[in-house]
């Protein structure tokens, strides 16, 4: 699959609305956004664009999803020297998307090389990260652990799998067109006899780890899973606390206020100045009144009754 820039800036510029909308009101939250979700330049150092970003995305993701062709790729040589040149191109590669889903890669630049303003959704990348990462960890140990020997097996397995897929096809093909019984059988014959040797070597492969490379490596439901995590980001659906950082071109003012305001809910009393959230924190004053009118009532027909 390949992941276009265009497309990824304008589901990105699409989710990010409110929250531009609410830095150009002034929330201090996402002053040091400047205008980079809008296509701007940021204001972290790096002076990157989200155009420019979504570029580098865009190929990052594709060279990633391109590793599904890794045993196709490996098994694509005439002798040992091209064997090990095809392994490790395919190590180096998968070494490098490794090292691009590192969450920070530089003082300016977070994942894939992209602006380090990104490395704000730790909290929501970093799980689907790991497992991505793991992924890629596990191809990279099984393309280190391929022999030349079985790679080589496995080259002749598929070239005579072709062959005897071909000679099914063709006496199936002229049983069908048969007239004459006895030849008709002949051609069935033949064709079941190559479908028996067929079986034997799909066994054969089964048993070889290089046949099976990188089947269960699923990299578009990686990057479909992150591309989501920063819509709902910055969509405002989810807004985990921010992490700690140092920004080299701004003040550090915004850290602080929105620290607070995410643990004001929390720690709420009926005698501070929070904010209430729920009904009862709301009119807890008017329901001590109306409880002590109750009480007095109470106590003067009581009294009324004795008399």
């Not at 439901?221 to 807004?239: C, P, T, W, Y």
């Amino acid at each position: 699959m390949t992941y276009k820039a265009e497309e990824l800036e304008t589901r990105f510029k699409k989710a990010a609305t409110s929250r531009m909308s609410q830095k150009k009101a002034g929330k201090k939250e996402y002053e040091n956004d400047a205008d980079y979700w809008d296509g701007g330049r940021c204001n972290w150092g790096g002076a990157h664009n989200l155009k420019e970003d979504c570029e580098t995305l865009g190929k990052f993701f594709t060279g990633i999803t391109e590793l599904r062709n890794a045993r196709k790729e490996l098994i694509n040589f005439n002798n040992q020297q091209e064997f090990e040149k095809n392994k490790q191109s395919l190590l180096t590669k998968t070494a490098e998307a490794i090292n691009g889903l590192n969450m920070k890669t530089s003082n300016s630049t977070s994942i894939a090389g992209v602006c380090i303003i990104w490395n704000d959704f730790v909290s929501v990348w970093k799980e689907r990260l790991d497992e991505f990462r793991k992924d890629l960890e596990l191809l990279k140990t099984n393309i280190e652990n391929v022999p030349y020997n079985e790679a080589k097996e496995l080259q002749k397995l598929n070239i005579e799998e072709r062959a005897l897929k071909r000679e099914i096809e063709d006496n199936e093909r002229k049983a069908k067109n048969e007239t004459d019984e006895n030849k008709k059988k002949q051609f069935l014959f033949l064709a079941e006899e190559a479908k028996e040797q067929w079986k034997k070597l799909l066994e054969r492969k089964k048993q070889l780890k290089t046949a099976s490379l990188g089947d269960n490596f699923n990299p578009d439901q990686h990057i479909d899973d992150f591309l989501k995590a920063v819509e709902s980001k910055l969509s405002g659906r989810n807004r985990p606390q921010r992490p700690t950082r140092t920004n080299p071109n701004a003040s550090n003012s915004s850290g602080s206020s929105s620290n607070t305001q995410s643990t004001s809910h929390n720690n709420y009393s009926p005698f501070s100045n929070n904010e209430p959230n729920s009904f009862l924190e709301k009119y807890w004053k008017e329901l001590l009144l109306g409880i002590a009118f109750l009480l007095g009532a109470y106590y003067i027909l009581n009294q009324n009754d004795n008399e």
